[in-house]
Nanobody
Framework: QVQLVESGGGLVQAGGSLRLSCAAS????????MGWYRQAPGKQRELVAT???????NYAESVKGRFAISRDNAKNTVYLQVSSLKPEDTAVYYC??????????????WGQGTQVTVSS
């Protein structure tokens, strides 16, 4: 069974940094695009950043220049370096991935979420 497991969240002061990790486990053929989303209390889940299988990143305007997404394909892991944090970055951060369990079988998987809290 394919699973995504996140880690690295926590409480940090404004201006601080964290590194979030998300590792895929299980048996599968290939991982395609991976990404990070976040959901603040009372708000809808929103895209933070995505990265293609060959490493091309895309970012939401609100995090450009502050966040950096990367991946290690050998470890089936995607990272999100979050820097210059603001209180409005407080949210549960979720990773997702388009994973092919078999060649023609695509499915989007989600992690359980990791809390990031930024104090002012």
């Amino acid at each position: 069974q394919v699973q995504l497991v996140e880690s690295g969240g926590g409480l940090v002061q404004a201006g601080g940094s964290l590194r979030l990790s998300c590792a895929a486990s299980g048996i599968f053929f290939r991982i395609n695009a991976m990404g990070w989303y976040r959901q603040a209390p009372g708000k809808q889940r929103e895209l933070v950043a995505t990265i293609s299988s060959d490493g091309n990143p895309n970012y939401a305007e609100s995090v450009k220049g502050r966040f950096a997404i990367s991946r290690d394909n050998a470890k089936n892991t995607v990272y999100l370096q979050v820097s210059s944090l603001k209180p409005e970055d407080t949210a549960v951060y979720y990773c997702n991935a388009d994973i092919q369990a078999r060649i023609l079988q695509h499915q989007t998987y989600w992690g359980q979420g990791t809390q990031v809290t930024v104090s002012s």
